[in-house]
């Protein structure tokens, strides 16, 4: 039997919170029986939740906390006043060794801050960035960053590239990812001194992944590569952009279906091919963004999941600490460092 892995929730963030992140542990705890919770929050709420699921509650611990970081609060704000929020607590929690992983549903800003403070980033690790996984025609994708660093030189560029591919060998799977760099063309020419700098680094290195080059917009959905790696500025506009062209296209199909009694025959003549479309890109599966690069596993949830979703972003954090993601890092990181001749973490001063 595999050991206990024990999760901080801070089960007070979120725009449904608490109910949704009782609920999502609970469904999390059936897929990972292993798994074991501290709950950060309000005792009286999380009580009465905790017994409508007896299996959860015997593999939680609640822990309280009274305080709520606001969605709207600044990460600096957070800093100086968040020190008893179930968030701050939560992460403390996994500093202090209680915990080995931290979700949360809560201000995004105020989570990346109080973890990089309180976790720090692993040995050699410049800074830690945001990764998501996206659905492509060819499968799943990961990328990375998505608007934990805005501005980024080569270096950040490298080291992002190998925690994306350590988080594709060891999660989903994948012997030897390819990696792309988000840039405005596949020519090597294109692009700003720094990107180009950062091609040259991966087409040397001996780590355990294959440089495909320059990728841009369109090779995101196609799976071009498994990584895609990008600065915050870029990484988040993407992200964005492929939410809100999926949410537009929604809603044109909804209203067209809409449009007359023979479009919503044509509905319900369709409905199967639908149901499975919807289950194919459907947000909550891939709902969780890893804060990768810290000296410890922080996954941040959507606030506005449901159950499913909350799940699946505990699921992460799981199979992060099951397949030792942290570990691969700072192995490659180390390997990075012997390639280029150049120790860990002097780049970065």
Same mark, same amino acid.
Request: with cysteine; charged share 20%; proline share 4%.
């Given at each position: 039997?595999?050991?206990?892995?024990?999760? &901080?929730? /801070?089960?007070?963030?979120?725009?449904? *919170?608490?109910? #949704? =992140?009782?609920a %999502?542990?609970?469904? @999390?705890?059936v897929?990972?029986?292993?798994?074991?919770?501290r709950?950060?929050?309000?005792p009286?709420?999380?009580?009465?939740?905790?017994?409508?699921f007896?299996k959860?509650?015997?593999?939680?611990?609640?822990?309280?906390?009274?305080?709520v970081?606001?969605?709207d609060?600044?990460?600096?704000?957070?800093?100086?006043?968040?020190?008893?929020?179930?968030?701050?607590? &939560?992460? /403390?929690?996994?500093?202090?060794?209680? *915990?080995?992983? #931290? =979700?949360?549903? %809560?201000?995004?800003? @105020?989570?990346?801050a109080?973890?990089?403070?309180?976790?720090?980033?692993?040995?050699?690790?410049?800074?830690?960035?945001?990764?998501?996984?996206?659905?492509?025609?060819?499968g799943?994708?990961?990328?990375?960053d998505?608007g934990?660093?805005?501005?980024?030189?080569?270096?950040?560029?490298?080291?992002?590239?190998v925690?994306?591919?350590?988080?594709?060998?060891?999660?989903q799977?994948?012997?030897?990812p390819?990696?792309?760099?988000?840039?405005?063309g596949?020519?090597?020419?294109?692009?700003?001194?720094?990107?180009?700098?950062?091609?040259d680094?991966?087409?040397?290195?001996?780590?355990?992944?294959?440089?495909?080059?320059?990728?841009?917009?369109?090779?995101?959905?196609?799976?071009?590569?498994?990584?895609?790696?990008?600065?915050?500025?870029?990484?988040?506009?993407?992200?964005?952009?492929?939410?809100?062209t999926?949410?537009?296209?929604?809603?044109?199909?909804?209203?067209?279906?809409r449009?007359?009694v023979?479009?919503k025959?044509?509905?319900?003549?369709?409905?199967?091919?639908?149901?499975?479309?919807?289950?194919?890109?459907?947000?909550?599966?891939?709902?969780?963004?890893?804060?990768?690069?810290?000296?410890?596993?922080?996954?941040?949830?959507?606030?506005?999941?449901?159950?499913?979703?909350?799940?699946?972003?505990?699921?992460?954090?799981v199979?992060?600490?099951?397949?030792?993601?942290?570990?691969?890092?700072?192995?490659?990181?180390?390997?990075l460092?012997?390639?280029?001749?150049?120790?860990a973490?002097?780049?970065?001063?």
């Open positions: 039997m595999s050991t206990p892995h024990v999760i &901080a929730l /801070d089960a007070m963030g979120g725009d449904r *919170a608490p109910e #949704i =992140v009782v %999502g542990a609970n469904a @999390a705890r897929r990972h029986p292993d798994t074991q919770f709950l950060f929050g309000k009286e709420k999380l009580e009465k939740l905790l017994r409508r007896p959860l509650d015997a593999v939680s611990e609640i822990v309280p906390a009274e305080m970081i606001d969605p609060m600044k990460p600096s704000q957070a800093l100086r006043k968040g020190a008893g929020s179930s968030m701050r607590m &939560a992460i /403390d929690d996994v500093k202090a060794g209680n *915990a080995a992983g #931290i =979700v949360s549903a %809560g201000n995004t800003g @105020a989570l990346m109080m973890a990089k403070l309180a976790l720090r980033t692993l040995p050699g690790v410049h800074r830690p960035a945001i990764a998501s996984m996206f659905p492509t025609q060819r799943e994708s990961v990328m990375l998505l934990a660093n805005i501005d980024c030189d080569a270096d950040n560029l490298v080291q992002f590239a925690m994306g591919a350590a988080f594709a060998r060891s999660v799977g994948v012997r030897r390819s990696v792309g760099l988000l840039n405005v596949s020519e090597e020419t294109k692009g700003h001194e720094e990107i180009r700098r950062a091609a680094i991966l087409r040397t290195t001996e780590l355990p992944l294959e440089f495909y080059g320059f990728v841009e917009g369109n090779d995101i959905t196609e799976g071009t590569v498994d990584v895609v790696v990008a600065d915050g500025f870029s990484g988040n506009i993407a992200l964005k952009t492929a939410e809100g999926a949410s537009m296209y929604t809603g044109f199909l909804r209203a067209t279906f449009r007359s023979l479009s025959l044509g509905y319900w003549m369709a409905k199967p091919a639908l149901i499975a479309l919807k289950n194919r890109v459907d947000p909550r599966r891939y709902n969780g963004g890893m804060f990768l690069g810290l000296n410890g596993v922080a996954v941040k949830s959507h606030g506005g999941t449901d159950a499913m979703g909350y799940a699946n972003a505990i699921g992460f954090a199979d992060m600490l099951t397949q030792g993601f942290n570990e691969r890092v700072i192995r490659d990181v180390e390997q460092a012997q390639d280029s001749g150049v120790p973490g002097v780049a970065a001063q």
